[in-house]
């Protein structure tokens, strides 16, 4: 028995040492293989670790069910801090390494043989100061790389640089059509980011609202909300899904069958409660968007909890479809 409690005390003890600062290990770890890397560094983030188990402690405080996932999480974050508090050094070193970072360093590196290479470079080159034309030309032509992670990147760094990428307008539309649905995706939101000539950017937007994958039509709805005024078309998009809801209800059965293009099986019950979810959600950021409020104070007044538990994912589909009401609801005030 007493070998056993002590074979016991040593497993615990391996796994407590295991957990020691995990949250550090996995953040730091993680920018260290995704992000960009400078000529001779690799980024380390400032006491990572605990930001993330911190964050993660007052979530799921506050998430039903994930009290268990939250005291481990307390247990992980004075490990963490030891941790983060030893790699502060490395830390300093490599925020200020990253401000001598030079698009020379890294325009050559789009060319490069190694996909993964090439993706950190267009990264990096999103997040310098005082780029030149050279870059936008550099990322534009990435756009039309072999890897879609590089032209998903290429996008995003595009998006980044705001203005300065005007000329990249006609090859970002053209990502539109790209074959991968992510790429098209962020396509569609650098067009919202960048302000390009609206009569460029609002019929390619348009036309994505018909994207079979919905992640794009989500971040064309988006992207239209932010061109402005000639972005009309989009705000009839709530009422044109609750006509399409209330036709399709019309023609089911009592033992009708309906097959979605995502998600599950559902019968007439089911769509029936699907278009009374969106008239409920809408009937209450309705108001709020009535009395000013940010995107952000919407989403935080939770309007969809009490519909939480029934949606899978919801704390990205809930955010994504408040967001698509708030723009459409916006445009209409």
């Known amino acids: 028995m007493k070998a056993t409690g002590l074979a016991l005390a040593a497993v615990i003890c391996s796994l407590l ?7 550090t290990t996995a953040i730091q770890v993680g920018y260290w293989n995704d992000e960009p890397r400078g000529p001779f560094g690799k980024p380390i983030y400032v006491f990572g670790g605990t930001i993330t188990d911190a964050s993660a402690v007052v979530g799921s405080a506050s998430a039903e069910g994930e009290g268990t996932i939250g005291a481990l999480l307390i247990f992980d974050l004075p490990f963490s801090l030891v941790a983060d508090v030893v790699l502060l ?6 925020q200020v390494e990253r401000t001598t970072w030079k698009e020379a360093d890294f325009i050559p590196r ?15 080159l999103g997040g310098l100061e005082g780029t030149s034309h050279a870059t936008v030309e550099a990322l534009t032509k990435a756009l039309g790389d072999a890897d879609a992670r590089v032209r998903y990147t290429a996008l995003s760094s595009l998006g980044e640089l ?10 970002i539309v053209e990502r539109l059509r790209d074959p991968d649905s992510e790429v098209r995706a962020r396509a569609a939101t650098a067009l ?8 460029l950017v609002i019929p390619a937007l348009i036309d994505a609202l018909h994207d079979p994958a919905g992640g794009v039509r ?14 009309q078309p989009v705000r009839a998009a709530l009422q044109g899904m609750l006509d399409g809801l209330a036709q399709t209800i019309a023609l089911c059965g009592p033992n009708t069958k309906v ?8 019968d007439r019950a089911g769509l029936v409660a699907h278009r009374d979810m969106i008239v409920a959600i809408r009937d209450k950021v309705a108001p709020l968007v009535k009395q000013g409020r940010t995107l952000e104070q919407v989403i935080a ?5 009490d519909f939480d538990a029934k949606v899978p994912s919801v704390g990205t589909t809930g955010d994504r479809f408040i967001g698509q009401l708030y723009a459409e609801l916006q445009g209409a005030k």
Do not use: M, N, W
């Not at 705001?162 to 090859?171: E, T």
């Not at 919202?192 to 009569?199: A, M, Q, R, T």
């Not at 989500?218 to 972005?231: N, P």
């Open 110 to 124: 789009l060319d490069d043989a190694d996909p993964e290479v090439r993706r950190k470079a267009a990264a990096a």
């Open 89 to 94: 050094p490395l830390c300093i070193y490599e």
């Open 259 to 266: 097959i979605p293009g995502h998600g599950t099986t559902v």
């Open 162 to 171: 705001g203005p300065r990428s005007a000329s990249a307008g006609p090859a």
């Open 17 to 23: 040492l295991a957990l020691s600062g995990c949250a």
């Open 218 to 231: 989500c971040h064309a709805v988006q992207s239209l909300a932010k061109v402005g005024g000639g972005a």
């Open 301 to 305: 007044a939770k309007p969809t909890a």
């Open 192 to 199: 919202g980011e960048v302000g390009f000539d609206s009569s």
